[in-house]
């Protein structure tokens, strides 16, 4: 199975950005689908954005024009830029890659964004 890592969090204040990274072991084209979920505490981990069939990409409301999923599949990272940060995106940011054989997680990396 597939082992993916992500670092790339934080505290931040209003307004800065971040750029979290999700490394695979093996291959980005193992994966059938990959995205970047967060859970904040006492909350439902929710989507935060997401490849659905290869190149096309999805984002949650709260995230749409700050927020940009990227992969490098040379590298087998994929990234999300995280702009113009607010207080509601703290939470732990989590990788995922789905297979027909089952979901990998990251063990998630923490981003906190706070004056």
């Known amino acids: 199975q597939v082992q993916l890592v992500e670092s790339g969090g934080g505290l931040v204040q209003p307004g800065d950005a971040l750029r979290l990274s999700c490394v695979a072991s093996g291959s980005l084209y193992s994966f059938t689908g990959m995205g970047w979920y967060r859970q904040a505490a006492g909350k439902k981990r929710e989507m935060v954005a997401a490849?659905?069939?290869?190149?096309?990409?999805i984002y949650g409301d709260s995230v749409k024009g700050r927020f940009t999923i990227s992969r490098d599949d040379a590298e087998n990272t994929m990234y999300l830029q995280m702009n113009n940060l607010q207080p509601e995106d703290t939470g732990v940011y989590y990788c995922?890659?789905?297979?027909?054989?089952?979901?990998?997680w990251g063990q998630g990396t923490q981003v906190t964004v706070s004056s």
């Open positions: 490849f659905i069939g290869g190149s096309t990409t």
């Open positions: 995922l890659g789905s297979t027909r054989n089952g979901d990998s």
